[in-house]
């Protein structure tokens, strides 16, 4: 999955907030390797140097908690239409015989779609309700606390595009099995082109994101 926010640093341009800036406290210096990754799917960043520094001023925080609310917006429309798109085909059965879903396995995935993709609105839903009405200071204090509200506040930014990328994979293997089943030669070549083309996009991504932790994790390195 590719990272949430944007690679980009966070300065602060007004002096006087640079003035009362505040270091990054020891308790988030010292991060898991589970950690890491998750501030890396989350931010961008495989540590919270640059996210604390956005913290410094109402200006950059603005930044960062818009970019997140219109994130948050567009997994909620994606949501949206995987619901519908599952609920049809969990709902209804197939208008064509070469192409059956309603196979044991096909149907399981649709419903295993179905259901990821609505805890995937409700978790979207509320993580948008705390960033509209989360402020600066408040953001600092929970991050100040701890890994274990560090954590609860990187899955609030990770885990509804978890939930929506599973509902998505879960609704590509039940339309992959259900064209491999298929009768029709036809239906079958489609879905192996298919099947390439969806490996070739996730080998891509994964490789793309691999190397851009591989040069966050030397970027954190060469700062400490």
Same mark, same amino acid.
């Given at each position: &999955?590719?990272? /949430? ?12 907030? /640079? ?15 589970? &950690? ?6 989350? /931010? ?24 997140? +609310? ?37 149907? +399981? ?44 506040? /990187? ?31 036809? +239906? ?21 994101? &691999? ?14």
């Amino acid at each position: &999955m590719a990272s /949430l926010y944007s690679t980009e640093s966070y300065v602060t341009a007004d002096p006087r907030a /640079l003035a009362e800036e505040r270091p990054l406290p020891e308790a988030l210096r010292r991060m898991s390797l589970l &950690m890491r990754v998750l501030c890396f799917l989350a /931010l961008g960043r495989s540590d919270l140097e640059d996210h604390w520094k956005s913290l410094q001023s109402e200006q950059a925080f603005e930044t960062v908690r818009t970019r997140l +609310c219109r994130i948050l917006a567009s997994t909620i429309t994606t949501a949206g239409v995987l619901f519908t798109i599952s609920g049809v085909f969990v709902t209804t059965g197939s208008p064509v015989p070469y192409f059956d879903y309603t196979s044991p396995a096909s149907h +399981c995935l649709l419903f295993m779609s179905l259901m990821f993709v609505t805890i995937a609105l409700l978790t979207s839903g509320s993580s948008m309700i705390r960033w509209a009405h989360t402020d600066r200071h408040w953001t600092q204090e929970q991050l100040e606390l701890g890994e274990y509200f560090v954590l609860s506040y /990187l899955l609030s930014i990770v885990t509804p595009v978890f939930f929506v990328a599973s509902s998505l994979h879960f609704f590509i293997f039940a339309m992959l099995i259900t064209g491999f089943s298929s009768q029709s030669m036809i +239906c079958r070549v489609v879905t192996v082109l298919w099947l390439f083309t969806y490996v070739v996009n996730i080998g891509t991504i994964l490789m793309d994101n &691999m190397w851009k932790y591989a040069r966050s994790l030397d970027h954190t390195r060469y700062r400490q």
